[in-house]
């Protein structure tokens, strides 16, 4: 889509670009931005967008008109002139949000419906009913904005506000000097069809898992001496990939003794590893994590749909992940997590109630439920497999169906995010049996405190809570770059004292 800014003392368009696509992407996701020099004169161009700013007495007026598919329909929203003489950042916001309003009114008129998120973009929608909540609002004044001046639905605003009380929850019970921890193991069986993530194919790098164990052990020791210097100690730990039980046992018990050794983790709380795929699993394995504390595991089925499976390029059966549960149950596990994703090439409706409704069978403590996001880098979307794909509309029965089944088998949302290109512009929902709840994923999805990342891929988070301030630290993205990086570590972990000190 075309998206022009006409010319205006009162605006620097290119301030405004980010505030449009994300517009953009939720009224018509399958749409990418484009900025042409020149700007058409009247709204004749099929496929465009085009904002003006302009004032009219004491109002600012943001005006939006959208062509599409060669109808076309406008929306404005007004601003009080002088909300723009205050705060540059305060000022910038208020027009951004102005211009998603009218934006949104002119592209729900072209399209005849509503997203079930109405106006509200971003990955974080519960931080808007969280900063209500804080203000005093309650939880049904947080859902009321939510519905009334986001255009929300209401099953979705409920939805956020039942996930910024459980943030909320979390936020109370953490310490200043708190961090949470991550190591990513970038290895898996193979690559699922949809996945963008950068992961290696264990069976095409094996003699990278070696070397990458002892960078990483190199990494854990140097973190260690960081953390104590910086006088942190660690409340949450998590790892996940790839697939942490792609490694073998020996090289998942060298990891974790090395953690117990090396960083605070006397009073961490909350020890998950990613099991993920059934085909990795084995009760060695299993064994190890018991042994290091390791408390919380993910078994990842996606579908209990044979075909499914087929299609997203998994090597395991239904039954494979029935049995890996069963044998973390037996060894000992209390706490698992399964992920389903709607919206899976050659899925159905029904084919995700019946995946929904086995995984509940087996009574995980944490439920994940995902929508397909198509993104660009997976093999799915390279290969042109949108064909195969269940519309949106029967994404969101799915998840409609998998909210109320949820809910009336007693289990809780917890955390909720969303993702650009997710099917149908919907979201993703933890969901939890009471008192089983991550506290890591409440944590890194709302920013609540310091996430220090470890490994290939990693995205150190340190945060202030009191200032709002985040600086981001990024690891090297690929095995091969992560081993050779010695000296970018270094001076990451230089920054972690510096943020701290």
Same mark, same amino acid.
């Given at each position: 889509?075309?998206?022009?800014?006409?010319?205006s003392?009162?605006?620097?368009?290119?301030r405004?670009?980010?505030?449009?696509?994300?517009?953009?992407?939720?009224?018509?996701?399958g749409?990418?931005?484009e900025?042409?020099?020149?700007?058409?004169?009247?709204?004749?161009?099929?496929g465009?967008a085009?904002?003006?700013?302009?004032?009219?007495?004491g109002?600012?007026?943001?005006?939006?008109?959208v062509?599409?598919?060669?109808?076309?329909?406008?929306?404005?929203?007004?601003?009080p !002139?002088?909300?723009?003489?205050?705060?540059?950042?305060q000022?910038?916001? %208020?027009?951004?949000?102005?211009?998603?309003?009218? =934006?949104?009114?002119?592209?729900t008129?072209?399209?005849?419906?509503?997203?079930?998120?109405?106006?509200?973009?971003?990955?974080?929608?519960?931080?808007?009913?969280?900063?209500s909540?804080?203000?005093?609002?309650?939880?049904?004044?947080?859902?009321?904005?939510?519905?009334?001046?986001y255009?929300?639905?209401?099953?979705?605003?409920?939805?956020?506000?039942?996930c910024?009380q459980?943030?909320?929850?979390?936020?109370?019970?953490?310490?200043?000097?708190?961090?949470?921890?991550?190591?990513?193991?970038?290895?898996?069986?193979?690559?699922?069809?949809?996945?963008?993530?950068? %992961?290696?194919?264990?069976?095409?790098?094996?003699?990278?898992v070696?070397?990458?164990v002892?960078?990483?052990?190199?990494?854990?020791?140097?973190?260690?001496?960081?953390l104590?210097?910086?006088?942190l100690?660690?409340?949450?730990?998590?790892?996940?990939?790839?697939?942490?039980?792609?490694?073998?046992?020996?090289?998942?018990?060298l990891?974790?003794?090395?953690?117990?050794?090396?960083?605070?983790?006397?009073?961490?709380?909350?020890?998950?590893?990613?099991?993920?795929?059934?085909?990795?699993?084995?009760?060695?394995?299993?064994e190890?994590?018991?042994?290091?504390g390791?408390?919380r595991?993910?078994?990842?089925?996606q579908?209990?749909?044979?075909?499914?499976?087929?299609?997203?390029?998994?090597?395991?059966?239904?039954?494979?992940?029935q049995?890996?549960?069963?044998?973390?149950?037996?060894?000992?596990?209390?706490?698992?997590?399964?992920?389903?994703? !709607?919206?899976?090439?050659?899925? %159905?409706f029904?084919? =995700?109630?019946?995946?929904l409704?086995?995984?509940?069978?087996?009574?995980?403590?944490?439920?994940?439920?995902?929508?397909?996001?198509?993104?660009?880098?997976?093999?799915?979307m390279?290969?042109?497999?949108?064909?195969?794909?269940?519309?949106?509309?029967?994404?969101a029965?799915?998840?409609?169906?998998?909210?109320?089944?949820?809910?009336?088998?007693?289990y809780?949302p917890?955390?909720?995010?969303?993702?650009?290109?997710?099917?149908?512009?919907?979201?993703?929902?933890?969901?939890?049996?009471?008192?089983a709840q991550s506290?890591?994923?409440?944590?890194?999805m709302?920013?609540?405190?310091?996430?220090?990342?470890?490994?290939?891929?990693g995205?150190?988070?340190?945060?202030?809570?009191?200032?709002?301030?985040?600086?981001?630290l990024?690891?090297p993205?690929?095995?091969?770059?992560?081993?050779?990086?010695?000296?970018?570590?270094a001076?990451?972990?230089?920054?972690?004292?510096?943020?701290?000190?």
């Amino acid at each position: 889509m075309k998206l022009y800014f006409r010319p205006s003392p009162l605006w620097e368009p290119e301030r405004f670009h980010y505030a449009a696509e994300q517009m953009m992407l939720t009224l018509f996701p399958g749409e990418r931005p484009e900025y042409p020099a020149q700007e058409p004169h009247i709204l004749t161009e099929a496929g465009c967008a085009v904002f003006s700013l302009r004032p009219e007495g004491g109002t600012v007026w943001l005006g939006a008109g959208v062509n599409w598919q060669g109808r076309t329909a406008s929306g404005r929203r007004g601003l009080p !002139a002088d909300s723009l003489g205050g705060a540059p950042e305060q000022a910038i916001r %208020s027009v951004q949000h102005a211009l998603k309003l009218a =934006f949104y009114e002119a592209g729900t008129a072209l399209l005849g419906r509503q997203p079930p998120w109405g106006a509200l973009t971003g990955v974080r929608p519960v931080k808007l009913p969280t900063r209500s909540l804080l203000a005093g609002a309650g939880p049904e004044g947080a859902q009321r904005e939510l519905e009334e001046v986001y255009q929300v639905s209401p099953e979705r605003a409920k939805l956020a506000v039942e996930c910024a009380q459980a943030s909320l929850d979390v936020r109370r019970s953490l310490a200043p000097r708190e961090v949470s921890l991550y190591i990513g193991i970038p290895f898996c069986p193979s690559r699922c069809a949809y996945c963008s993530f950068v %992961s290696a194919d264990v069976g095409r790098t094996l003699n990278l898992v070696e070397p990458y164990v002892q960078a990483l052990l190199a990494e854990i020791d140097a973190a260690g001496r960081v953390l104590e210097q910086a006088g942190l100690s660690v409340r949450s730990f998590y790892m996940g990939g790839g697939t942490p039980t792609t490694l073998s046992a020996g090289q998942l018990d060298l990891i974790l003794r090395r953690c117990r050794r090396a960083l605070p983790l006397e009073g961490c709380g909350e020890l998950t590893v990613e099991a993920g795929r059934p085909d990795t699993i084995t009760r060695e394995k299993l064994e190890v994590l018991r042994a290091h504390g390791v408390g919380r595991i993910s078994i990842n089925p996606q579908t209990l749909e044979g075909h499914v499976l087929e299609a997203i390029g998994r090597d395991h059966t239904p039954g494979d992940i029935q049995a890996a549960f069963a044998l973390a149950r037996e060894v000992g596990f209390a706490c698992i997590n399964m992920d389903l994703i !709607a919206g899976l090439p050659r899925d %159905s409706f029904q084919g =995700f109630r019946r995946s929904l409704e086995g995984v509940l069978a087996l009574g995980p403590e944490n439920v994940t439920v995902h929508t397909l996001a198509r993104k660009k880098g997976s093999s799915l979307m390279a290969g042109g497999g949108e064909g195969g794909l269940p519309s949106g509309e029967e994404t969101a029965r799915m998840l409609d169906f998998s909210r109320e089944a949820l809910i009336q088998r007693g289990y809780q949302p917890y955390y909720l995010y969303r993702q650009k290109y997710m099917s149908g512009a919907l979201e993703n929902v933890g969901w939890t049996l009471p008192g089983a709840q991550s506290v890591y994923n409440i944590v890194m999805m709302e920013e609540l405190q310091t996430v220090v990342s470890l490994g290939a891929g990693g995205v150190t988070k340190l945060i202030d809570p009191p200032s709002g301030k985040i600086l981001r630290l990024s690891n090297p993205k690929y095995p091969q770059e992560y081993l050779a990086a010695g000296e970018k570590l270094a001076r990451q972990r230089q920054e972690i004292l510096e943020f701290y000190h």
